[in-house]
């Protein structure tokens, strides 16, 4: 008998492996990210009318193979354009990220999962009405599984593939549930930049401490509440 195991155990190791690459990577990348934020402002802004365009696609890519997380990001695109081509840059960027990180889960997931699940057939009872009973339904719960600030955007767009998700649905729910979360987060880049800082550093040493602390203190409980409202409506679907 062969030692190696069946093409299906791979595909969840697989799996499983990029699960935990895809929450650890994102965070240490942002960080890198903030500490190179003069650099890349620069750079972006050196390039004028195709600044927009660049950052779009390198968003789209970040975020799609689980290099950085969409929010800090989206803080980026508000901190290097402004609010008002901040928002539509990230979003164009965090649905190109939804697709190749989706169709990337999928190559490597294929069906192994959902067998998986259908294997048990109370799993596959609950995945059936969740993502193939109806559209709609499909496409409320995947704009609520984004709505979280802390929703891992790499991670779930792997378990929507890798669950059986329908394609449709999973960017049609992604943009409404991102949208949100997003703004705030480019409106808070957009802020920091008004002050004329060319990075962190320098926007603590203009704002003071007590400033910036206060305003984090602010963004933290928009954040908490968009988080609330979010657990409470999965928790009235069920899930």
């Given at each position: 008998m062969?030692?190696?195991?069946?093409t299906r155990d791979i595909r969840i190791?697989?799996?499983a492996a990029l699960a935990l690459a895809w929450f650890t990577l994102p965070l240490a990348f942002s960080i890198l990210l903030f500490a190179k934020l003069a650099e890349i402002t620069d750079w972006l802004h050196e390039h004028h009318g195709s600044g927009p365009w660049i950052a779009a696609g390198a968003f789209a890519v970040c975020?799609?193979?689980?290099?950085?997380?969409t929010y800090a990001q989206a803080v980026l695109m508000g901190w290097v354009?402004?609010?008002a081509i901040g928002v539509p840059v990230s979003v164009a960027g965090y649905v190109g990220g939804a697709v190749l990180g989706y169709g990337l889960s999928r190559l490597l997931t294929g069906d192994a999962i959902v067998r998986r699940i259908d294997d048990h057939p109370r799993w596959r009872v609950v995945r059936s009405s969740l993502v193939e009973a109806n559209t709609w339904r499909t496409m409320g719960l995947v704009a609520l599984l984004r709505f979280p600030p802390n929703s891992p955007f790499a991670f779930t767009n792997l378990v929507l593939a890798a669950s059986g998700v329908r394609f449709v649905p999973m960017i049609i729910g992604s943009i409404a549930g991102m949208l949100p979360r997003t703004f705030i987060a480019v409106w808070v880049g957009a802020q920091g930049a008004a002050t004329g800082a060319k990075d962190l550093k320098e926007l603590m040493e203009k704002q003071g401490l007590f400033a910036i602390a206060i305003g984090f203190v602010i963004l933290i409980g928009v954040l908490a509440i968009m988080q609330h409202v979010g657990k409470r409506a999965l928790a009235a679907a069920g899930l």
């Open positions: 062969s030692s190696v195991p069946p190791i697989a799996t975020a799609g193979f689980g290099l950085l997380p354009f402004g609010t």
